[in-house]
């Protein structure tokens, strides 16, 4: 195989496909979870993530470049690990469709009450078609291209910065009321995707996992700065009883031929979204074709497609899609660390294994 | 038993020695029927191109000797001095000292005769030799301007149709024996000359045996213009927009052979095409490289800027004026609720059909001579202009909105893409009118995603942006000082590493 991600690409890709949705809401999630200077928590978070992706980078260096799929199935029999690849494939599948569904009820709330929901199920399905249709390759070269339209919106901030005081933030740090934990779960959520980059090793060059970190990082001072900027552009309360705090920030933009680019921004938005579903989609794909080499891909496509589709028909309101949102997260955050911590270990027993035999 | 076997075995050898000799028999009969057939004569010649109002047969030496040729297709000067007055004087026996060695050549098969008198040769019959004499000459149009492709400054010669003249236009400004040839030809019937050229060293190869064999593998009768012939070997068929670059300016031309280019020319047709071309080649116009550098930069990024509002403003109008309100601020808002008052239709039928008369403006434009055209150009300007608002069939807006994004797509220095930019963008409004800003932004989304998957020779359409190629934007994206932008060798010292340019 000649085509090998680049580094660059990799860390657009990385960065792209973190689920970004969570952004808008995730002022009030600090706030609600974490109190007063609650945006701080995000840098703890990170440094989470961080040993998440430390373990994948291990990984790739102990198993001298071979797939995961290689590494568990030189122990393990494939049909033991049916069911769990199945559980992931459910999983990945079904969060991928719920944050499209999330997406779309958003927009619905916010700007287009009278829009079919199919129809933009129907365009989202599209593009990830599109996307899918071409391999990672193909992703991760219009990612690139969909990036820079998504981080121009960055620039909007400046607007911002008039009405930004430091007198808005406490002395005091995390007081009122807390649960780190669950607060914790829906800072990471933000975070994920990332560990999709596990099916990653057949396809990258040597050195890619720096842009693991790089693009984790990006991600991190993007979510920072909108954070830091948030609390000290509305008061602490302003942040709790607000359900979007990040749309209403870019409600206040105003430029002489237009105004309110909240809604551009959210479309814009659109192209994060896609990359974190086909992201998923595309780790369903590449674990499906592992469960059954002889199959065609583009069955698999269709059949996930086709999963997806019909899973993000399935919920009526916001509520009910923030909830399932929610589970899937926590189980998304439980494969993210529990498949690496298991690829871990069958690494460590095959050298322990393969020190013995030498000894022998 | 065992004498039974014996015998059986001799008779099958027998049989099989047999069917040798009659084989060896066979194909010395067949070879020489093949032979006589595929000889050349002067009644066979005449035979084959019989009924051509241009076929001239005349004879010399008392019926000894006969030259055949096609009037339409040779310089009669060549022929009256090399050919005509020569014959007059010779006898039979020295017809090969009568002509100048470098002009004629012995051929006896009758194809390759046939064929020689389609390309401008006079064939001449002397007993049992057939000679072919090059007196080729026909009519071609001068060298002038082009007319598609103008600049301010630099070289105005453009290509014509002639091959021998482009090839020459291409080899004055390479004087080196690195330009390599490669001659092929297309069409079963029309046997349409097609010429690959690049430069040694720079080019590379598996670029150009690529192109190679597809233009080998292209089966058809006829090939009427280069731009037919790279349709048929593009690597996405289906696709709106052109992948081969095609340029009729042999200034052009150069640059992309020293830039490591393939060339492509095709007999009969003014225009080249080069391979691999990107996206941003379309955006290129060699007036950006005869002005100071901060001038070409800006002008370019001009162009960036006028293929956004080609393909964005009127959808965007549309969006804003059906859904969005919100996003007019309220000092705008007056202005165009006030010209919008007067109009009964919604703004996608309004910009649907303003957009419909501009084109049909450009495609009678186009094609009518220039005093009708300037005609075309006032009735479109008053009625389109003064009328359809007057009459409160489009709002006074909306026309400032189309004016801008036509003239904006005018500004793409290639025609080829600028009418493919031009056919996408109702794309972008019909959506604008039925989803809103997401609608635009799902479109472009697709167009992003097909752009960046396109290929031109299995290299990647969208080349320094995605993958992305740092130090080539300095002659892409932007023009850059002469200092910064690589000269002449095509891909190496970058960022990533050779190898990796060949990703898709």
Redesign the interface.
Same mark, same amino acid.
């Given at each position: 195989m000649k085509e090998r991600l680049h580094p660059f690409q990799l860390s657009i890709l990385i960065m792209m496909m973190q689920n970004g949705l969570v952004l808008y809401s995730l002022p009030r999630l600090t706030a609600e979870y974490f109190g007063k200077n609650g945006w701080l928590s995000i840098i703890f978070i990170f440094v989470l993530v961080n040993i998440n992706i430390m373990m994948i980078a291990i990984i790739y260096k102990l198993g001298k470049g071979r797939s995961i799929f290689e590494i568990i199935e030189a122990s393990i029999p494939k049909w033991v690990m049916v069911p769990i690849y199945l559980f992931i494939i459910g999983i990945w599948i079904g969060i991928a469709s719920m944050i499209t569904s999330e997406y779309i009820f958003i927009y619905k709330l916010m700007f287009f009450p009278a829009l079919p929901y199919i129809l933009f199920i129907i365009l989202f399905t599209l593009a990830s078609f599109q996307l899918l249709r071409g391999g990672i390759y193909q992703f991760a070269k219009a990612s690139v291209v969909l990036f820079f339209f998504v981080e121009l919106m960055i620039f909007l901030v400046f607007y911002l910065f008039p009405e930004f005081e430091f007198s808005r933030f406490t002395t005091f740090f995390f007081k009122g009321e807390t649960d780190y934990f669950k607060g914790a779960l829906h800072v990471y959520s933000a975070f994920l995707g990332i560990e999709v980059s596990i099916l990653f090793f057949p396809m990258v060059e040597k050195k890619w996992t720096k842009a693991l970190f790089i693009g984790n990082f990006i991600s991190m001072i993007i979510y920072l700065s909108i954070l830091f900027l948030s609390f000290g552009f509305f008061s602490f309360d302003q942040i709790l009883h607000d359900k979007y705090p990040v749309m209403t920030l870019f409600e206040y933009t105003e430029v002489s031929f237009l105004t309110r680019a909240e809604n551009l921004c959210f479309s814009v938005f659109a192209f994060k979204v896609l990359s974190t579903i086909v992201i998923y989609y595309w780790g369903a794909q590449q674990i499906l074709g592992n469960i059954n080499k002889s199959i065609k891909p583009n069955f698999w496509i269709f059949l996930i497609l086709g999963c997806g589709c019909i899973l993000a028909l399935l919920p009526d309101s916001i509520v009910d899609v923030e909830k399932w949102v929610e589970r899937l997260s926590t189980c998304a955050i439980g494969i993210a660390w529990a498949l690496p911590i298991f690829v871990l270990c069958i690494l460590f027993i095959q050298s322990f294994k393969r020190e013995i035999d030498h000894a022998k | 038993m065992g004498r039974f076997q014996t015998i059986v075995k001799e008779m099958i050898i027998k049989k099989e020695a047999d069917s040798v000799i009659q084989d060896t028999h066979h194909s010395n009969i067949k070879d020489a029927s093949e032979k006589q057939l595929s000889e050349a004569s002067f009644e066979k010649t005449l035979t084959e191109l019989g009924n051509s109002f241009d076929l001239v047969h005349r004879s010399f030496n008392q019926d000894e000797i006969h030259i055949i040729y096609l009037d339409s297709l040779v310089d009669s000067k060549i022929l009256e001095w090399e050919i005509l007055s020569p014959l007059r004087e010779i006898s039979f026996h020295n017809v090969e000292e009568a002509f100048q060695q470098s002009l004629f050549k012995r051929e006896n098969n009758q194809e390759k005769v046939i064929s020689g008198i389609l390309d401008g040769n006079v064939s001449m019959f002397a007993g049992e030799h057939t000679y072919l004499i090059n007196a080729a000459g026909f009519e071609k149009r001068s060298i002038s301007h082009s007319e598609t492709e103008t600049v301010i400054n630099g070289p105005h010669d453009s290509f014509n149709e002639t091959l021998k003249t482009n090839v020459s236009l291409i080899r004055r400004r390479v004087r080196s024996p690195r330009l390599k040839m490669i001659k092929l030809s297309v069409g079963e019937i029309s046997k349409t000359k097609v010429l690959l050229i690049y430069i040694e060293g720079i080019a590379k190869m598996d670029i150009v045996n690529q192109l190679k064999e597809r233009i080998q593998s292209v089966k058809v009768d006829s090939l009427s213009d280069s731009n037919v012939l790279i349709q048929m070997i593009d690597d996405h068929q289906h696709s709106p927009f052109p992948q081969f670059y095609t340029t009729e300016r042999p200034d052009i031309a150069v640059a992309k052979l020293y830039s490591g280019k393939v060339i492509g020319l095709v007999d009969e047709s003014p225009n080249i095409f080069c391979t691999p071309s990107t996206f941003f080649d379309f955006f290129e116009s060699s007036d950006d490289y005869n002005q100071r550098w901060i001038i070409g930069t800006g002008i370019r990024i001009l162009r960036y800027m006028a293929l956004f509002i080609t393909l964005i403003l009127t959808a965007f109008y549309v969006s804003i004026c059906t859904?969005?309100f919100?996003?007019?601020?309220q000092s705008?808002l007056q202005s165009i609720m006030q010209s919008r008052s007067r109009v009964p239709f919604p703004p996608i039928v309004e910009a649907i059909f303003l957009e419909i008369v501009i084109e049909l403006l450009r495609e009678a434009g186009a094609r009518l001579p220039t005093k009708i055209g300037q005609t075309i150009g006032i009735v479109g300007g008053i009625v389109i202009g003064q009328a359809a608002v007057e009459a409160g069939i489009t709002s006074n807006i909306l026309i400032i909105v189309v004016a801008v994004s036509a003239i904006a797509s005018f500004i793409v220095p290639s025609y080829i893409m600028c009418a493919s930019i031009r056919i996408v963008r109702f794309l972008f409004i019909l959506v604008a009118g039925f989803? &809103?800003?997401?609608g635009?932004?799902?479109v472009?989304?697709?167009l %992003?995603?097909?752009?960046? &998957?396109l290929t031109n020779l299995s290299s990647?359409y969208?080349m320094p %942006?995605?993958?992305?190629f740092f130090k080539d934007w300095m002659d892409s994206i932007v023009r850059g000082p002469f200092s910064k932008i690589k000269n002449g060798q095509p891909v190496h010292s970058l960022?990533?590493t050779d190898?990796?340019k060949?990703?898709?």
């Open positions: - | 859904y969005h919100e996003m007019i601020p705008l989803l &809103g800003n997401i635009i932004f799902f472009f989304g697709m %992003i995603i097909h752009l960046t &998957g990647p969208f %942006i995605s993958p992305t960022m990533q190898g990796e060949e990703r898709n």
